[in-house]
Nanobody, 116 residues
């Protein structure tokens, strides 16, 4: 089992910024690391993902405001969130995937609350 340690969530006003961090406590180099979010009463949705080589994709709803990055040496992925909106409020979950073994792991979630 791989433990993912998430941090950086919190409460901010609209227009503010937060940076989420997720570290995989493992020697495995995960091919893809990313972030998903889930608001109360809604399905979990993809936010952004990034590969070992740095190829990244971001959901249209956050494109231009959120930036995903990773530090392969630290097995860590970041999500820089700027210009936050109330609709960004959700529990944010880190997910890491190893393609060859088809294994993936989820973090415990970190709450982001944006007030208007």
């Amino acid at each position: 089992q791989v433990q993912l340690v998430e941090s950086g969530g919190g409460s901010v006003q609209a227009g503010g910024s937060l940076t989420l961090r997720c570290t995989a406590e493992s020697k495995i180099r995960f091919d893809e690391m990313g972030w998903y979010r889930q608001a109360p009463g809604k399905r979990r949705e993809w936010v952004a993902t990034i590969t070992t080589g740095g190829l990244n994709n971001t959901a249209p709803a956050v494109k231009g405001r959120f930036t995903i990055s990773r530090d392969n040496a630290k097995n860590t992925v970041y999500l820089q969130m700027n210009s936050l909106k109330p609709e960004d409020s959700a529990a944010y979950y880190c997910k890491v995937s190893h393609w060859n073994t088809h294994l993936h792991y989820w973090g415990q979630g970190t709450q982001v609350t944006v007030s208007s």
